[in-house]
């Protein structure tokens, strides 16, 4: 096994395993704090004391993860397109 095959088996491997952490953590922890409001679901007004609902999050100060995203949009797919 020479040093060139040595650094590219474990680039793999190290690719491989961030992938499957950061699908298990959308499997564990589906959503992040909006980035929006920062997870308050409100939005503070500079002035008094007053404040409005966070249009992105829709005031709920939860976004869903981009993986955990992708991965209901294929699991929503009809059987026939998932195959191809
Ligand atoms: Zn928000």
Same mark, same amino acid.
């Given at each position: 096994m020479t040093p060139s095959d040595l650094a590219s088996t474990s680039l793999i491997v190290a690719t491989t395993i961030v992938t499957l952490g950061y699908f298990l953590t959308c499997v564990i922890w589906p959503f992040k704090a909006? %980035?929006?409001?920062? !997870?308050?679901?409100?939005? %503070?007004? +500079?002035?008094? %004391?007053?404040? *409005?609902?966070? +249009?992105?999050? *829709?005031?709920?100060?939860?976004?869903?993860?981009? !993986?955990r995203k992708a991965w209901n949009v294929l699991r929503r797919l009809p059987r026939n397109h998932r195959d191809r």
């Open positions: 909006c %980035r929006t409001c920062h !997870g308050a679901g409100k939005l %503070r007004s +500079p002035f008094l %004391r007053s404040y *409005r609902l966070c +249009p992105a999050c *829709r005031a709920t100060g939860l976004r869903l993860r981009a !993986g």
